[in-house]
């Protein structure tokens, strides 16, 4: 998978090639789609405003969480 997403990364362009790889992109696609039936519309609205950075190229931060 480190493959997969080095290469996607470089050409912008995703291809999964080997079985192996596929079989766990299949289970990370499940795990997402588990997850987004239980998320709330303000943890969508988070994750989709760190996707938007993530293909703009921006570094990674980790999330943090407001104080109660």
């Not at 760190?50 to 943090?64: M, T």
């Amino acid at each position: 998978m480190t493959e997969v997403y080095d290469k996607g990364r470089a050409r912008k362009k995703w291809i999964v090639t080997s079985q192996a790889a596929f079989a766990m992109l299949e289970k990370i696609v499940c795990l997402y789609d588990c997850q987004v039936h239980a998320a709330t519309l303000g943890e969508l609205e988070g994750v989709n405003a760190r996707l938007a950075r993530f293909k703009s190229g921006e570094p990674y931060r980790s999330v943090q969480k407001r104080g109660a």
